[in-house]
T-cell receptor, first 115, second 109 residues
Framework: DTEVTQTPKHLVMGMTNKKSLKCEQH?????MYWYKQKAKKPPELMFV???????INESVPSRFSPECPNSSLLNLHLHALQPEDSALYLC??????????????FGSGTQLSVL | GQNIDQPTEMTATEGAIVQINCTYQ??????LFWYQQHAGEAPTFLSY??LDGLEEKGRFSSFLSRSKGYSYLLLKELQMKDSASYLC??????????WGAGTKLIIKP
């Protein structure tokens, strides 16, 4: 299994809603990532979990809250989002978080629209 | 600052060859990646270069010159399915990935 599975594929939410994005991988990867991507822009790193511990938080607003329940799962909890948070949210994993050919395996993303 | 430059858009003909360039200025260098991303889909890994030279993988090749801060992705025998964005990413001295904005490649019949 070389897939990263993300749900839901599409999400529309109001600014007062609370929702969660889910990500799962069964490749035994020890690093998992959340990226945000706006149209025609590169992915922007949000969070990195390494061995189930949050290792990088790229100054992301607290309305985004990551959670890593176990080594295969990664969640992103959303609350009180703004319209400018509308974007494609990508989950990725890699074997480790260090050097070498630590290529990222991306999920197909959640297209989020905040109304 | 850290910077990666790629052309915004390129057009090529089916069956032809196209070269997508990437120049970078980063704090340190620990490898360069190329990813392909079809519209509305996730990026997928194409290649990795850490030493100077050419890496060939089927119809795709990637070249790196560390002294020039330069890489290119060469696509041969272009097919319509190659229409996508191609993202160059450099891993810096802290092993963080710095992404280019991507090159949208349009293939015409």
């Amino acid at each position: 299994d070389t897939e990263v599975t993300q749900t839901p594929k599409h999400l529309v939410m109001g600014m007062t809603n609370k929702k969660s994005l889910k990500c799962e991988q069964h490749m035994g990867h020890r690093a998992m990532y959340w990226y945000k991507q706006k149209a025609k822009k590169p992915p922007e790193l949000m969070f990195v979990y390494s061995y189930e511990k949050l290792s990088i938080n790229e100054s992301v607003p607290s309305r985004f809250s990551p959670e890593c329940p176990n080594s295969s799962l990664l969640n992103l909890h959303l609350h009180a989002l703004q319209p400018e948070d509308s974007a494609l949210y990508l989950c990725a994993s890699s074997q480790g978080a260090g050097g070498g050919v630590e290529k990222l395996f991306f999920g197909s993303g959640t297209q989020l629209s905040v109304l | 600052g850290q910077n990666i430059d790629q052309p915004t858009e390129m057009t090529a003909t089916e069956g032809a060859i196209v070269q997508i360039n990437c120049t970078y200025q980063t704090s340190g260098f620990n490898g360069l990646f190329w990813y392909q991303q079809h519209a509305g889909e996730a990026p997928t890994f194409l290649s990795y270069n850490v030493l100077d030279g050419l890496e060939e993988k089927g119809r795709f090749s990637s070249f790196l010159s560390r002294s020039k801060g330069y890489s290119y992705l060469l696509l041969k025998e272009l097919q319509m399915k190659d229409s996508a964005s191609y993202l160059c990413a450099v891993r810096d001295e802290d092993y963080q990935l710095i992404w280019g904005a991507g090159t949208k490649l349009i293939i015409k019949p």
